[in-house]
């Protein structure tokens, strides 16, 4: 499963997206690709699909279904503010559901311990910015990786999480964009081998 989400088409962000989609093709991979721009995906979390046995819209219940029977999940965006775009924190909230992506023990006390569901045990993480690499981890501990890493893969059962960011975008220049994509097409290269 491969998602995106930058609102941009001729952004960075949408050409790793496109390196990952054609290497995941390349080596074998059928790829369930959404970039939520395109699709006008609805970030706002309804009250109503709060319940876990709730009626989920038609194109929520197809993210969810790709996203529990992913061997793999690839996803692609920019840091803004320490966080992903809305967009794609609404994607969060209604597709990494319960029952969806973990579930908690009815012996678990109230505790709220998470038992992983997702049957995919390795996610790739690009992120694009415009803050120095240094700087990012100095002052903001990069709060991106402990986002993806911890708070939503390893909670869901995904334990083995790569990160890669790509900064400084502003001032990078198209030799080393093209350079970046290289690496891009190496890493989903490297995690996702072609099926023997």
Same mark, same amino acid.
């Given at each position: ?5 930058? &609102?941009? /088409?001729?952004?960075? +962000?949408?050409?790793? /997206?496109?390196?990952?989609? =054609?290497?995941?093709?390349e ?13 006008? %995906? ?9 319940s ?17 029977? /992913?061997?793999g ?5 920019? +840091? ?37 569901l ?7 993480? %690009?992120?694009?910015? +415009? ?7 100095e002052?903001f501990?990069? &709060? ?5 890493? +911890?708070c939503? %893969? ?26 970046? =994509? ?9 995690? %996702? &081998?072609?099926?023997?």
């Amino acid at each position: 499963m491969l998602v995106l989400a930058h &609102p941009d /088409a001729r952004s960075l +962000n949408h050409a790793i /997206a496109e390196v990952c989609r =054609l290497t995941l093709q390349e080596v074998g991979h059928s790829v369930w690709y959404h970039d939520l721009y395109a699709e006008g %995906f609805e970030p706002l979390l309804p009250a109503a699909e709060f319940s876990r046995e709730a009626l989920l819209d038609h194109g929520v219940q197809q993210h969810c279904s790709e996203l529990a029977s /992913a061997d793999g999940i690839v996803v692609v965006h920019p +840091n803004w503010w320490g966080q992903p775009p809305a967009i794609l924190k609404g994607w969060i909230d209604r597709v990494v559901r319960p029952g969806v992506a973990y579930r908690f023990d009815e012996c678990d006390s109230g505790e709220g311990i998470p038992v992983g569901l997702l049957r995919a045990k390795v996610a790739v993480v %690009f992120n694009t910015g +415009n803050t120095p690499l240094a700087r990012e981890l100095e002052t903001f501990g990069d &709060p991106l990786d402990g986002l993806w890493r +911890n708070c939503i %893969f390893g909670l869901c059962g995904v334990g083995n999480v790569k990160r890669q960011l790509f900064t400084v975008v502003v001032t990078s220049s198209s030799e080393q964009r093209e350079t970046w =994509l290289h690496q891009v097409c190496e890493l989903i290269t490297e995690t %996702f &081998p072609r099926d023997s």
